[in-house]
């Protein structure tokens, strides 16, 4: 079975610059969550989809980050413009949609803002 | 919105010895509680769980002990190995959906 699968890997941009990130979670897995995760700290949700609706996207700074998941599979979170203290990495997880099912994460995406 | 505190931050134990983490919540309502491993660089997994029907669940070397009165859950690994040096993390879920509340973690260092 594939895990969840993100990209990329790693990005560095500029602040006030944009940035994109891309999960596709585990096939069957209805439900879809971002973290993010600062040096040093536990993951933080951002927003969780179950299909493609939000769940819960009450920790997501709206003014800056966004983020969808069209036809209920593959997801994308953007941050505009970013600021210094965006910088983490970005976890990406899945489950099935039964309540309190195990959270699978993907490799996350390590985000440095200069 | 739920609150988790763990402690300690840091955890040196000799191998071959016990550890203890503990976590506290905030939420009463709360029924689930799992315990994540992140070792350096990788991504985090889920090495235990348990819901509030039942008050301790073990797997091999590791066990969660769960007292819902006290609102708190602890993790315990017995006879510790070098590959058991990792960050844990208590979590719980957070207001009426399941997106998971982590703790601080535990740097967990196993001495020779």
């Known amino acids: 079975e594939a895990g969840v699968a993100q990209s990329p890997r790693y990005k560095i941009i500029e602040k006030r610059q944009s940035v994109a990130f891309w999960c596709n979670p585990i096939?069957?897995?209805?439900?879809l969550y971002w973290y993010q995760q600062i040096l040093g700290q536990g993951p933080k949700l951002l927003i969780q989809?179950?299909?493609?609706?939000?769940?819960?996207d009450s920790q997501l700074p709206k003014d800056r980050f966004s983020a969808e998941r069209l036809k209920g599979v593959d997801s994308t979170l953007k941050i505009q413009p970013a600021k210094l203290e965006d910088s983490a990495v970005y976890l990406c997880?899945?489950?099935?949609?039964?309540?309190?099912?195990?959270?699978?994460f993907g490799p996350g995406t390590r985000l440095t803002v200069t | 919105g739920e609150n988790v505190e763990q402690h300690p931050s840091t955890l040196s134990v000799q191998e071959g010895d016990s550890a203890v983490i503990k976590c506290t919540y905030s939420?009463?309502?709360?029924?689930?509680f799992p315990w994540y491993k992140q070792e350096l660089g990788k991504r985090p997994q889920l090495i235990i769980d348990?819901?509030?029907?039942?008050g301790e669940k073990k797997d091999q070397r590791i066990a969660v002990t769960l007292n819902k009165t006290a609102k708190h859950f602890s993790l315990h690994i017995t006879e510790t190995q070098p590959e058991d040096s990792a960050v844990y993390f208590c979590?719980?879920?957070?207001?009426?959906?399941?997106?998971?509340?982590f703790g601080k973690g535990t740097h967990l260092i196993i001495q020779p």
């Open positions: 997880a899945s489950s099935l949609v039964l309540a309190y099912s195990e959270q699978y």
């Open positions: 096939s069957g897995h209805a439900t």
């Open positions: 989809f179950q299909n493609n609706g939000v769940v819960d």
């Open positions: 939420d009463s309502a709360s029924n689930y």
């Open positions: 348990i819901r509030s029907n039942v």
């Open positions: 979590a719980v879920p957070g207001g009426g959906a399941d997106g998971l509340t």
